[in-house]
């Protein structure tokens, strides 16, 4: 994409339970801006949107709660048991996401901006525009533990989560910058700050 930027573009990316969010949380209390792929996932198929008639065109209309919105759960099912409606699912959501997401860094004035985008490995052709990429890494049997803590799940359901994601070298091989998240979560302040300093320093 050409368009002339005024901050530079961080994305923010990790495995599941890497601590993605307590970084992002971080860099947020800083005053950098932060913007979710999540949350956008969720505000392009907001009712009245044109990504929630696609989803309803594609699966119909029991692809919605009884309150007119997307009924996560049910299609959370209907995905995982299907992978051809996984990818049309995800067809219609993610260059909606990436549009969002886009038009939020056209939009910041301050030195740098960053993206949280879990699964920017899976999708990198897509992200060509971000200016630098920030791993938020952790131990496979660390995420499996924190995994089964967070979600209340069994291990092989852990270990499956896992699986479906891009692997730890992949990721790595995509970083500019990695926050080893390893130990107690307090560690994250030094890593964020010092961060914070040298890309404020690049955006100069």
């Given at each position: 994409?050409?368009?002339?930027?005024?901050?530079?573009?961080?994305?923010?990316?990790?495995?599941?339970?890497?601590?993605?969010?307590?970084?992002?949380?971080?860099?947020?209390?800083?005053?950098?801006?932060?913007?979710?792929?999540?949350?956008?996932?969720?505000?392009?198929?907001?009712?009245?949107?044109?990504?929630?008639?696609?989803?309803?065109?594609?699966?119909?209309?029991?692809?919605?709660?009884?309150?007119?919105?997307?009924?996560?759960?049910?299609?959370?099912?209907?995905?995982?048991?299907?992978?051809?409606?996984?990818?049309?699912?995800?067809?219609?959501?993610?260059?909606?996401?990436?549009?969002?997401?886009?038009?939020?860094t056209l939009a910041e004035r301050g030195p740098y901006c960053l993206l949280a985008i879990p699964l920017l490995a899976e999708n990198i052709s897509h992200y060509r525009w971000v200016d630098r990429v920030l791993l938020v890494d952790a131990p496979e049997n660390l995420q499996i533990a924190r995994l089964m803590a967070r979600d209340g799940?069994?291990?092989?359901?852990?270990?499956?989560?896992?699986?479906?994601?891009?692997?730890?070298?992949e990721r790595r091989a995509l970083a500019d910058d990695v926050i080893e998240n390893d130990g107690d979560e307090a560690a994250l302040d030094a890593a964020v700050a010092d961060l914070h300093r040298r890309y404020q320093a690049m955006a100069a």
């Open positions: 994409m050409s368009e002339r930027r005024h901050a530079r573009v961080i994305a923010l990316t990790g495995g599941i339970a890497a601590g993605k969010s307590a970084v992002a949380r971080r860099f947020a209390a800083l005053g950098v801006p932060v913007h979710d792929a999540d949350v956008a996932a969720r505000a392009v198929v907001e009712p009245g949107s044109a990504g929630l008639a696609a989803v309803v065109d594609a699966f119909g209309p029991q692809a919605l709660d009884a309150a007119g919105r997307l009924d996560r759960p049910a299609m959370r099912e209907r995905v995982f048991a299907d992978p051809a409606a996984r990818l049309q699912l995800e067809a219609i959501i993610h260059p909606r996401v990436r549009q969002w997401l886009h038009e939020r799940i069994d291990e092989a359901l852990a270990r499956r989560m896992l699986a479906q994601q891009a692997t730890r070298a």
